[in-house]
């Protein structure tokens, strides 16, 4: 899918408005973040943000070895 976006003024800001189908493809809304990815094609707007998900794997992995220790430490 390819669409144009305007970027518009907002205040003494520069914003992208983004169309009700594309925030609803993309499972966001109104107040969410969202990252700005710079890739070899140029750069790609996604609510993933990657260093969020390498820190939730080091913290799963954690929690699957030290499984035992953080139940005792729950009780």
Known sequence: MTKKLKLTAIG??????LPKE???RM???RG???C???TADGY????FD???AEQMEIAEEIMRKD???LRKLAE
């Open 12 to 17: 003494n800001s520069t914003g992208l408005i």
């Open 22 to 24: 594309i925030l609803e």
């Open 27 to 29: 499972r966001v809304g």
């Open 32 to 34: 969410d973040e969202l």
């Open 36 to 38: 700005v990815l710079e």
């Open 44 to 47: 790609e707007i996604t609510p």
């Open 50 to 52: 990657p260093e969020f």
């Open 67 to 69: 499984r035992d220790l």
